[in-house]
């Protein structure tokens, strides 16, 4: 009983000088608290020394903390889980484990622990150490076990404040900042404050960042590697952690999550670590996770103005296809806008109407007017139609061409208007995996706002042909005759207009039918054209008749080359068929007529061939002022 009351006595006293220098003292960090305890104890123990050796989670490693210089001299200054593990059976096994100088039998070891949980070891020195008695030592022991958790409390509480209070700022920052690489740059610099002996690396899924500083890698997803702690981590959206036992040391994988999304993860290597404590893995995703909500409002910001300047840029291009512009024009302007805008080196518009041949419409890059392109184009024709969507290629070297292009970037997209076109849009680069999916898709917007407005100049410009083109003969149409020979007769001093007339060509009709009855107007078209070549105009001039309009040549040339049209046609067609013929010729010095006298003339002298026997030639009178 006396010895108890004594030891009840001393471990009040404890008590007293612990709350009175817990309350007095207030080291900076929770280790001088430590150490600076360890010096109470001495004095309360009259011990040579006193150290505690304090487990770290961290490191796996019981850590001493003493503020008696010599200690360092005969303790180990620390000793792994490992060695705890394996070299010791019993309290005493400790002792030899910490005892660098064989100091022996004056010393004493105690454990601390909470619980059933050992987080550490008072160590105390000297003969009144050695003949201190075991309850009293265990007595002390608590006592201490009590005052440092309560300071580790205490101090966790501050950090835990200070952390956070971190966090907040930064956080602050996060959803302010429109810079990707800022976000980036705040995340590393955030997580290195708060763990400054980690390492750590950004694993994104896209190219968000030209900044080199930043430690950023390629998130790979390999069907290969669909069981890797990073891509499960960025798959699943959840914290992997994996443990490197070899290099005694864990790597945890936090997913930076938005709304959205999964923009990559955050990968924390630990400097021959091998636990993660439950609240610092919280710390870890709670950063992850609102650094991906503000790399995600960073990411829709420049989206949106990407998307901006993406529509600003085909509201422009459509609203310049979209004036009285050339085909050719349209299509040079598209080259020109496509190579600005994506930086591509060659740009080709190319139509077809069968999968065996393609026609390269002008206006398009040196390349594509090349022979050297059709290998390279008719392998993107046979593709596209084959998967019949665009084609997005970034390295042509891997695709089966036959002879392989200097380009190695490309993007086809199809252009398809109804009937009036069927084609690809191609744009090539010589550097591979040069353009980005976000460029094809812009490429895909472009491609479809402008093929309607190439549609349309093909349309208008089939239409103006059509206008001054006969749709059978393929020769000019009468309406574009009468327009070419009033403006000649304006400019010109002679010329002469020829009407041909297929003889009996009712018959024709009659005896072979209406279609017969075309060929047979086509051959002789074909006739007149082959033989007329440049010198004049020739014209489909109603039914079964056709005129010839040649500017600036006499009367008797004229006759010349009406007569070997006359000749041509009755040995050459088939069923054979002859004409009568009629020129009006006329001259400024004898007089400037207008279009209907020069018709009225070639009109009569046409009437007279036919009356007269038909195949022949009748020269009109020239037409002269009456005296």
Known sequence: MIVQSLIKKRIEKLQSRLFQYFISESPFTYEQFVVNLTDEIKKF???SF????LLDVWKGRFQIHSKDGVVKESLRSHFSLDDLYTQTKSQSDVQHIIDAKAVGSSLRVTSLHSGQTIFGYLVLKG??????????????S???????????GFYTSMEEEKKYELLYKVTSHFHSSIDTDGVLKEIIDTLRKTYPDFQYFLLLSNDYTKDNDLPVRELTYDMDLESSASTQAYITGEVQIEDHLVEKCSILYAPLKGKQGIYGVLKVVTPGYLYFPKKDVEFFIFIANTAGKALENAQLYQQSRKLNSDLQLINSTSQKLNSNMRLTEKISYMAYKIQQSFH???VGFVTYEELSSHHVLEGSTEYFASSESSTLVHYVKESVCHQDAPLFISDLETKPIEHVPQYRSLMAVPMKDHEHISGLAIVL???????TFESFKLLQSLVAHSTLAFANSILRE????????????KLHSRVHLDHCVEQHVKDDEKGCLILFDIDNFKNINDTYGHQVGDE???QVADIIKSVIGGQGLSARWGGEELAVYLPMLPSEKAHDLTEMIREKIAISTSPGVTVSCGIAPWKAEWLRPNRKQIVQQADQALYKAKSSGRNRIVTAHPIKERS
């Open 45 to 47: 123990s009259e011990a």
């Open 429 to 435: 680069h010589k550097e591979p995996y040069y353009f």
């Open 462 to 473: 089939e239409l103006e042909k059509a206008v001054i083109t006969d749709y059978l003969t």
């Open 50 to 53: 006193c150290a505690i050796y």
């Open 142 to 152: 608590s006592e201490v076990t009590k005052c440092i958790k309560k300071v580790e």
């Open 344 to 346: 591509a080196d060659e």
């Open 127 to 140: 003969t009144s150490a050695v003949q201190m008695e075991e309850e009293l030592l265990r007595a002390v």
């Open 520 to 522: 047979v107007i086509c």
